[in-house]
T-cell receptor
Framework: DQQVKQNSPSLSVQEGRISILNCDYTNSMFDYFLWYKKYPAEGPTFLISISSIKDKNEDGRFTVFLNKSAKHLSLHIVPSQPGDSAVYFCAASKDNYGQNFVFGPGTRLSVLP | GAGVSQTPSNKVTEKGKYVELRCDPISGHTALYWYRQSLGQGPEFLIY????????DSGLPNDRFFAVRPEGSVSTLKIQRTERGDSAVYLC?????????????FGQGTRLTVV
């Protein structure tokens, strides 16, 4: 069973517009969530995270929203730039130290100039 | 080093052979993870080390897979009697110790191809 789901395999957005990537999880024990970005032939790069005690975390153009009751989180990128084109992975873990991360299957974002 | 380093970056081996993949984590990071990523999928957890010991090896698919971290720094993932289904990108990540939510930093991966 897939504990972390990203139901959109791909997303295309016009440069300058907002990109919204969604993630759902099934395990209510998850309390720390992260987004990673991955370019071809590179390892995943950490983007932004959120703890379950918060519902929003913002870092520049990137904002992550967490809805615990719905077991849903989303990543907003605004404004989107062509350099944001990559595969985005949502990840979750059960506690704040040491536990492994469970990754979703990823969403490929294409930002069109 | 500045980041997590994995060697080799690419490895082609024949079915049935033995391979070793190396990970050099960020200096001072006591937590080290191995993940495997197949095409079109997210990274899949294999094993987690805290210091020298494997704190969680529940992700290893079978007993052909083994990993060590003898001195609490460099780790080696070992795969015996490789099969074509083992072909994937093997990712290593490290993380700081201590409490608090922290992200894991990934290496660039080793692409293993079993022919």
């Amino acid at each position: 069973d897939q504990q972390v789901k990203q139901n959109s395999p791909s997303l295309s957005v016009q440069e300058g517009r907002i990109s919204i990537l969604n993630c759902d999880y099934t395990n209510s024990m998850f309390d720390y969530f992260l987004w990673y970005k991955k370019y071809p032939a590179e390892g995943p790069t950490f983007l932004i995270s959120i703890s379950s005690i918060k519902d929003k975390n913002e870092d520049g153009r990137f904002t992550v929203f967490l809805n615990k009751s719905a077991k849903h989180l989303s990543l907003h990128i605004v404004p989107s730039q062509p350099g944001d084109s990559a595969v985005y992975f949502c990840a979750a873990s059960k506690d704040n130290y040491g536990q492994n991360f469970v990754f979703g299957p990823g969403t490929r974002l294409s930002v069109l100039p | 080093g500045a980041g997590v380093s994995q060697t080799p970056s690419n490895k082609v081996t024949e079915k049935g052979k033995y391979v070793e993949l190396r990970c050099d984590p960020i200096s001072g990071h006591t937590a080290l993870y191995w993940y495997r990523q197949s095409l079109g999928q997210g990274p899949e957890f294999l094993i987690y080390f805290q210091g020298t010991g494997a704190a969680d090896d529940s992700g290893l698919p079978n007993d052909r897979f083994f990993a060590v971290r003898p001195e609490g720094s460099v780790s080696t993932l070992k795969i015996q009697r490789t099969e074509r289904g083992d072909s994937a990108v093997y990712l290593c990540a490290s993380r700081t110790s201590g409490k608090g939510n922290t992200e894991a930093f990934f290496g660039q991966g080793t692409r293993l191809t079993v022919v």
